[in-house]
């Protein structure tokens, strides 16, 4: 019995370890097992053949397309076509088709017959939230994405133009509490920093400085379009056919779900509070999304919390991201063309020379040449396509191309932005190309529009992007960052042109602008410019680089 009982003692846990193990080794195989089937499910399901449309095809892997859509995109939009050598892709229509589908890619020339129709003939939320998944991740606006893109356009800009002191001090804290003192040359991992400064610049124009601080709203803010775009990818994963069922599997839809509880958790005391205040007080409104979002819903919804915490996240996953992707961006290009940090710094100190000059409105509006810095660095590292629409009712282009309703478009981005009809020496970074090109056409001495009267035409439906037309246009504002047409859509195109773009292009002036005054910035001796990292139709900076930070001195 001792025996037994000191065999048990002795074998119970090793036995028990051994059970652990093997449970352990057959989950790993299931979850193995299961997840080879899923891939072979994903990589060999045959392709949707989609409507009919009149133009070539070019068939890719579906690898291919997922990891290497920027070379594809670009090889594609220059080769030869596949059925006749006399067409080329660049200025036809063609189509990809990789066993995620088909889609139809319309070139800059034929760009502008589109850009104008109305959402019932071309639209941008079909493909938006088919592309998102939102069925399954609820990443839609849905009624109020018209509400949310007209806040922006109205009252976004102009409050930032306002905000500009507050953001300087704002970033200031941020450099003097997350930066380190760079008092020699220091490495400084740029990427994770930046999505954090601009979530709390952004936070202060969103949410206000209750909230813009607070660690877990930033989490909650900055985390929403990751978990999203991971639950996308996630889904994307299964046919359509089995996401169904395939969505209890994933996670990230949950996290997704809590995010939005205590986002709304979060927001709804302080709207509360604020409506408590409506009938008679005469207190001052507070100037943020909350408020113009508050005063612009109907009676019924303005105690609905769940909208306000939904806007709001939706928000912040259209603007953090790509906005700190850009400027991290601006400082890799920064930091390889050392001699454009001169240039730039000398502009800032002459802008910003003033004492009020931060007060000023007009102030930013004067850094030309960062203005074109950012848009050449822009031109390339931004996204592989743009303008992603869904036909809905068919249309004929002029060209014969005949698109039936159900048709999934999309525009070669990265091909256009480096085609050298539209961009001479496509592959040469030059920090001035548009500077150059506002100064052969307007006078020097002439300012800048204010980002609200830049113009983008939404009317034409003939395309300015011939070629024979491609050379320099007969407006100088053509070439600011927050310009948009036929051969320039990295922020989209027509009546769903990005609404945020000139929120984002004081938000990128008033950081680098900041730095460069600050900082000189370098890579380590002999290191290229870090490459950007290709997943589907996105491309985003390396978020590991190391860039080398030192004050400079007064
Ligand atoms: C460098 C930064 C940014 C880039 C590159 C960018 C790019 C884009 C692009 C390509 C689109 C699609 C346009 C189309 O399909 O025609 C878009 C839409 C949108 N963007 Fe931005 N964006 C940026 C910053 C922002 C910011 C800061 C905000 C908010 C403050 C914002 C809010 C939106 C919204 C709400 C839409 C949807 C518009 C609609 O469907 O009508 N974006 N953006």
Known sequence: MDFLQAQNVSLTPATNDITQQIQANSRFIYY?????????????????????????????????????????????????????????????????????????????????????????????????????????????????????????KTKATHHLQRMVPTLKEELQFILDTEFPACEDWTPFRIQPFMVRAVSRLSGRVFVGSSLSRSEEWLRVSVSFAVTAFIAVTKLQFFPPWMRPVAQYFISELKTIRKDLATAQAMLQPLIKERLSHVDGSDQEKPDDFIQWLSDTLPEEEKQNYYIQAKMQLLLSASSIHTTSNLTTDCIYDLAVHQEMQDILRDEVVEAFAEEDAWERKDTIGRLKKMDSFIKESQRLSSNITSFIRKVMKPIDLSDGTHLPSGTSILTPLAGMSSDERYFPNPEVFDGLRFWKLRQQQSPPSTRSPSPSSTSYTTTHRKSSASPRSS?????????????????NQNFGLGKHACPGRFFAAQEIKIILSYLLLNYDIKLRDGEARPAPVVFMMTKSPSQTTEVLFRRRKA
């Not at 070139?107 to 998102?132: C, F, N, Q, R, Y």
């Not at 050379?471 to 051969?487: N, V």
């Open 32 to 152: 193995a097992a299961l997840s080879i089937i899923v891939f072979c499910v994903w990589l060999f399901h045959p392709p949707k053949h989609g409507p009919q449309v009149s133009a070539p095809f070019y068939e890719v892997s579906r690898l291919r397309w997922m990891f290497n859509a920027d070379a594809l995109i670009k090889d594609s939009y220059r080769k030869v076509s596949l059925l006749t050598d006399s067409i080329k892709f660049r200025d036809g229509v063609y189509q990809i088709r990789s066993t995620e589908g088909v889609r139809t890619i319309i070139p800059p020339t034929l760009v502008g017959e589109l850009k104008g129709l109305s959402e019932d003939i071309l639209s941008a939320k079909t493909a938006v939230s088919e592309a998102m998944l939102s069925e399954y991740t609820h990443l839609s606006a849905d009624a109020h994405s018209d509400v949310l893109t007209l806040l922006l």
């Open 471 to 487: 050379s320099p246009a007969t407006h100088s504002s053509r070439y600011q960052f927050t310009s948009i047409g036929d051969t």
